[in-house]
């Protein structure tokens, strides 16, 4: 079971490879299923915008600091199909 985590955890090497951050904090709210990415911290949002996608991305001073991603856990589902 420990290896399948990991492989799924390995798998997304490229992907936050790609990420043009070099630090980022996460967590998780199951129940409010909600992923919040940081990319600076502290973080002190003085902006932010709500995409069509259910996502709010944070600014400070005009640059992004971080993203909210609402209903989280369906994210991606239609590729995964």
Known sequence: MANLEVEKIVNLVPQILNIPYQRIWTSYDSEADV?????????????SELT????I?????????????????????????
């Open 35 to 47: 992923l919040y990415l940081n990319f600076k911290r502290p973080s002190h949002a003085d902006d």
């Open 57 to 81: 991305i944070r600014y400070e001073n005009g640059e992004v600091i971080g993203i909210t991603i609402l209903n989280a856990s369906k994210k991606g589902l239609e590729h995964s199909n």
């Open 52 to 55: 069509k996608d259910d996502i």
